[in-house]
């Protein structure tokens, strides 16, 4: 595309008509002493021919020729600008005294203008602005952000200017409106809509909201008056000065209906009164609506405010099924319109207009915004290209919708830009239209047109697509209609009735559980839309358990849940849209009360249940760390407390899919632990990144050698079930943390501590890490007393220090846990060096004798201390005779006893895979390690399955009685003969 030139205007447009716009406007200049002849006309002067508004105020003010029609760049509209007049705004670009640093900008240095000269100098702002904008627009000579951004710095100076002037207007008489601080408080205006996102088009409303800090009455004046009352008058002024029309225009329209309880409302509320709105009454289209809201007038402790007030009302923490059903009414009315009969040729509102591709931005920033607070932004062209980056939308919709709603609004320009006239209509004068043509750089209305729809019937198919209608409920209208008038007057009698359909086993039992639930206060008192929502899912609910062979097991555990969702149903609206869900749903619940439990502590693990692939396909490490980059990096780097909450979240997420895995038989037991390991292991090694990062920037780096470490050298040891593959949903964590940094250096920040300290600073924030609770838990327990010297040794053991703690200082004991010891995280050369120092170790010749006397010793004071089993209780399946300890203490002895002769037994840190290798070297015949390999994995699997229903480990003496007694013989055995 290209700017139009002076012959292909004639081409369309009359000489008659085009000769009498020129002489007007060389006669202007003239008269006024501006420099512009019938050449410049020729160079400059045909956008003029284009605009009929351009071409008056440049008759009205042909000064401004210069720098309109001159290649400066400077779209920076700004209050000490304004207040230095239009021999500022007219000065070179390069002139030093045009340096906004020089202009006046305070409320005591602003220009004594009287308020008829300030509201035209508002206007001739507006003019001059206007004028500069639509001429490089025409020109193809500004890009559409630089416009958009430049209207609305235009906006927030004129609006700012107003506040400020009434200000020093009122303060002889009223004074200063104070806050309990004493601090001075100004009117708080809040820019909506396009304005909010520096996306303001050349004629558009600005729809604005007034708010102010605190109640009061006003201090240092004649006479004092409410915070209310002055800020209401400093409002009606601002709307005065900005939208009354004069012999100068306007400034902007100003709408005020977005506010609190729209025209019926006050025309100000104090914050505490806007927080309390929004947070109870707040509906779902002003929810829509405040994604773009910004404070454009205010200080920065109401701009932190009103966000703390915007940011939770717009945005769920969790993924927010409730605003589907909302944002499809939505979608429904602006379909309907575009079906309205004229309407296609709006290219605002019309089919795949400006309207729907905001839609469809604006959706899913409500949808999944709490989740990434990168969607938190006011701003179309930085949200879209985070959709695909983060894979909400495919990157070739993304640049399509890009370069459509580009196209839209440069020819929304062009349309507006031609009288100064708020449209979005397509002319139907064909001069008209081939002049549009041209202010867009078209050779023809044709070639405008054709582009146009182009761009316009892919919008619409994106528009169409984004929200489907929801799947086909189980359930007629008239089991909804039972359930909603058993919520409104609940009844046994009708109750019973309702649930007739289903095979219970315990028909009395549930029915008054469920009554116990339907007639709480919680659900009495639910708002209209939440007990619509719970009836939606209760019939959808009873529907399913029709064919459930465990009824009354599945309803015990899925109560909880509902109880747990009950003051955020929009939970309910996730399943009741997704029969799917409620299917895995009551699957997983009558499997498991543990996942029942955590869905219930924590109901945002619902969606996880949305979609069947990745709850039933449990990620492999490298996929852990990619989904756990891709959900940190959209956090802000310095906000600790988020990084927290996220990681717990993501990890009882994982843990809920690896459960979902374990339950339905898709992952055997050894993979089950596997996953949980890596997840462990992913999860480490970020807490160290953000403990590192947290400990330099306040310390600086330790120094080595002359030079500064930018990564940490310390290892995260990990000992027992997560050295051994083995852990568990809940399980703790052994660790060790080891350094090797130079005992003798510190670190080369400003506030430099020495080396050891920073470690063992490093190791506390490891602890607090992991072991804090916030709003979403806390990762994991964690267990140090591994460590050399246990609980009185250093919290961060230096490598050094460890090797020759365990050569010449550990016992027997510490050697067996170092036989389930591997490095999870940190520095690769120190893990490497931790896995050969760990061999040296465990390949020492020892005597035997003594060893198995250390074992056998350790394992019956385990035993006396630790089995929970007994003759009348059951079969203790770790620590009871013929247990998991049996098997791990007789694989330790052999890989202490054995490895300086049989490698192998050393090269695994997991019990399986060391029996494997004792078979291998022929220390256990191939018979016996199959019988305790596959008793050992029975075991844990069987520990899973305990651990799944809150079970104890303890099961009935039955139950194993082979295994346990063969198990106990291979321990006698061990016991008995000298020769192993």
């Keep these: 595309m290209t700017a139009a030139t002076h012959a292909q205007i004639a081409a369309h447009v009359s000489t008659s008509i085009l000769a009498p716009k020129s002489q007007r406007l060389l006669e202007s200049c003239e008269r006024h002493g501006v420099s512009f002849s019938e050449a410049d006309w020729q160079d400059h002067g045909a956008p003029c021919l284009l605009s009929d508004y351009l071409l008056q105020q440049l008759e009205r003010h042909p000064k401004w020729l210069a720098a309109v029609t001159s290649k400066r760049q400077d779209w920076q509209p700004s209050l000490s600008h304004f207040y230095g007049g239009e021999q500022h705004w007219l000065a070179p670009e390069s002139d030093p005294d045009n340096s906004t640093m020089s202009a006046v900008s305070s409320i005591a240095d602003m220009p004594e203008w009287d308020e008829a000269t300030f509201m035209r100098q508002l206007r001739w702002y507006r003019h001059y602005w206007m004028v500069r904008l639509i001429y490089a627009d025409i020109n193809q000579a500004i890009e559409l952000e630089t416009l958009t951004r430049c209207l609305s710095l235009l906006a927030d100076t004129v609006v700012n200017a107003s506040v400020i002037w009434s200000q020093r207007q009122y303060q002889n008489l009223y004074g200063q409106a104070l806050d309990a601080q004493g601090k001075p408080q100004s009117l708080i205006v809040i820019g909506m809509g396009k304005l909010g996102g520096y996306e303001l088009n050349l004629s558009s409303d600005i729809d604005l909201i007034f708010a102010f800090r605190e109640h009061g009455e006003t201090q240092g004046g004649k006479k004092s008056t409410s915070h209310q009352e002055y800020f209401t008058k400093i409002g009606q002024k601002l709307i005065q000065h900005l939208d009354q029309v004069t012999a100068d225009g306007f400034v902007f329209r100003v709408d005020m209906r977005l506010r ?12 505490d009164s806007l927080e309390n709105y929004y947070q109870d009454q707040g509906r779902d289209w002003e929810r829509y609506a405040m994604i773009k809201a910004r404070v454009m007038a205010g200080s920065e402790q109401d701009k932190k405010e009103f966000e703390a007030i915007r ?9 927010d099924f409730g605003a589907i059903s909302a944002l499809r009414d939505l979608k429904g009315m602006i379909a ?13 509102l019309g089919e795949g207009g400006i309207r729907e591709v905001e839609f469809i931005v604006q959706a899913l920033q409500i949808l999944h915004g709490g989740r990434n607070q990168g969607l938190q932004n006011q701003a179309l062209f930085q949200v879209l290209p985070l959709l695909a980056e983060h894979d909400y939308l495919p990157q070739q919709e993304v640049d399509l919708l890009l370069d459509a709603y580009r196209y839209l609004r440069r020819v929304e320009h062009a349309l507006q830009g031609a009288r100064d006239e708020q449209t979005q209509l397509l002319p139907s004068d064909p001069v008209e239209r081939e002049l549009l043509a041209l202010r867009m750089g078209e050779n023809s209305w044709q070639a ?3 582009r146009l729809w182009d761009y316009r ?9 984004l929200i489907d209608d929801p799947e086909e409920t189980s359930c007629d209208e008239s089991a909804q209609e039972a359930w909603r008038v058993m919520l409104k007057q609940p009844d046994e009698e009708h109750l019973a009735e309702v649930l007739a359909t289903i095979p219970w086993h ?7 559980r469920v009554y116990s639930f339907v007639s709480s206060k919680a659900v009495v008192f639910m708002q209209p839309i939440g007990q619509e929502r719970l009836a939606t899912f209760m019939a959808a609910f009873v529907k399913a358990l029709e064919d459930e062979q465990h009824p009354d097991v599945v309803v015990e555990r899925i109560l909880p849940i509902l109880e747990a969702v009950l003051r955020r149903t929009s939970y309910l609206v996730l399943l009741c849209e997704n029969q799917s869900a409620i299917t895995h749903l009551i699957r997983l619940c009558r499997e498991s009360v543990w996942f029942s439990e955590a869905i219930s502590t924590t109901p945002a693990l619902l969606d996880e249940l949305l979609d069947a692939h990745a709850l039933f396909s449990p990620p492999s490490k490298q996929d852990l760390q990619i989904e756990l980059d891709q959900i940190l990096n959209r956090l802000p780097e310095e906000d600790e407390e988020a990084h927290m909450d996220a990681l717990r979240r993501f990890r009882r997420s ?6 979902a895995c374990d339950i339905t038989g898709i992952l055997p037991v050894m993979k089950v632990s596997d996953h949980l390991t890596w997840l462990a292991e992913v999860i480490l090694e970020r807490v160290l990144q953000q403990a590192w990062h947290y400990l330099t920037q306040k310390h600086g780096y330790p120094i080595r050698d002359g030079e500064p470490r930018l990564t940490p050298e310390l290892i995260i040891v990990g000992y027992g079930k997560s050295g051994g593959w083995e852990l568990g949903y809940d399980s703790d964590l052994d660790l060790v943390f080891l350094h090797d940094a130079d005992g003798k250096g510190a670190t080369n920040g400003q506030r430099s501590v020495d080396n050891l300290t920073f470690y063992t600073r490093l190791g506390q924030r490891l602890i607090h890490a992991l072991t804090s609770f916030t709003a979403a838990g806390r990762l994991y327990e964690v267990d140090m007393r591994l460590r050399p010297s246990g609980n009185s040794g250093m919290l961060v053991a230096s490598f050094a220090g460890f090797e020759e703690y365990q050569k010449n200082e550990a016992w027997v004991w510490e050697h067996q846990a170092l036989c389930r010891a591997r490095a999870l995280a940190g520095d690769s050369d120190l893990m490497s060096r931790f896995e050969d120092s760990r061999k040296a170790i465990l390949g020492q010749v020892r005597d035997r004798i003594e060893l198995k006397q250390s074992v056998i010793e350790m394992r019956e004071k385990m035993r006396a201390h630790l089995d929970s089993g007994g003759k009348d209780k059951g079969f203790d399946l770790k620590q009871g005779a013929g247990g998991i300890i049996d098997i791990e203490f007789m694989v330790q002895y052999l ?3 054995r490895s300086h002769e049989f490698p192998q037994l050393m090269r695994y840190s997991d019990n399986v895979r060391q029996i494997e290798a004792a078979a291998e070297v022929g220390l256990l015949d191939l018979d016996t390690a199959e019988y305790m390999r596959e008793t050992y994995k029975e075991y844990r699997a069987l520990v899973h399955r305990l651990n799944l229903q809150k079970l104890g480990r303890v099961v009935a003496e039955d139950t194993l009685s082979q295994h346990q007694q063969r198990i106990s013989q291979y321990w006698e055995y061990f016991l008995q003969n000298a020769d192993i």
């Design 260 to 271: 609190p309880f729209g025209q019926s409302g006050a025309l100000v509320l104090n914050m």
């Design 311 to 319: 940011r939770p009302f717009v945005y769920r923490k969790y993924l």
């Design 336 to 348: 309907k319109e575009v079906r309205r009969k004229g309407i296609e040729h709006n290219i605002k």
């Design 448 to 450: 405008l047109d054709q």
């Design 457 to 465: 019937h892919q919008v619409h198919g994106f528009f169409k697509s």
């Design 506 to 512: 315990a028909v009395d039992d549930t029915i008054n």
């Design 654 to 659: 994982i843990i809920l899919r690896i459960a």
């Design 895 to 897: 890989v202490l006893a």
